[in-house]
């Protein structure tokens, strides 16, 4: 199970494009927000894909990179991307077979800050998306992993 302190786990994942990854292959130079999503035709987690781009700008600011998974198969994934209304400047990655919820241990959804070693530094889960963090709660996490912020978010409401 992952914990905060812990070394992130390997699991197979996937691009929306179907090629083989991992999340620690993804994991930025400073620190990586990765938020663990249901399935993108859930309208609850669409919604935090949007709050991730609407926020990008913002979370790179921080020294951040901006991960999303779900539980979409690659193809439905890549559906979602190609039918969405905006581009996503993050990357989204799929994990059809769950092993990342797994490791989660619990949560339908959560999201991790790990330093570009991959030590979790923050972790947090729910089951209610009226229990979820918002985006200053995400940033916060990202600053408290020691990321140098390079310019302050104004962007904030």
């Known amino acids: 199970m992952i914990t905060v302190n812990s070394r992130l ?3 197979n994942l996937q691009t929306a494009e179907g090629r083989p990854t991992t999340l620690q292959a993804n ?10 999503l249901h399935r993108t035709w859930c309208a609850d987690c ?4 949007y709050s991730l781009q609407r926020r990008h700008r913002a979370f ?18 890549a559906a979602f991307i190609a039918s969405s209304p905006i581009r996503f400047a ?25 330093d570009a070693r991959g030590m979790v530094r923050w972790l947090t889960g729910w089951d209610d998306d009226r229990a979820r963090p918002g985006p200053q709660a995400l940033l916060a996490a990202l600053l408290a992993s020691g990321a ?8 904030w409401q």
Do not use: H, K, M, N
């Not at 994991?27 to 663990?36: D, I």
């Not at 669409?46 to 894909?49: K, M, Q």
């Not at 990655?93 to 790990?114: K, M, R, Y």
């Open 90 to 114: 993050y990357r989204l990655l799929a994990d059809p077979e769950g092993a990342s919820q797994a490791a989660l241990g619990g949560p339908a959804t959560a999201a991790l800050v790990a």
């Open 148 to 155: 140098p912020a390079v310019r302050p978010a104004a962007d």
């Open 9 to 11: 786990p390997i699991f």
């Open 27 to 36: 994991l930025g130079p400073r620190a990586t927000l990765a938020v663990f």
């Open 46 to 49: 669409a919604a935090e894909l």
């Open 60 to 77: 790179t600011a921080a020294g951040g990179t901006v991960l999303a998974v779900t539980q979409d198969t690659a193809a439905g994934l």
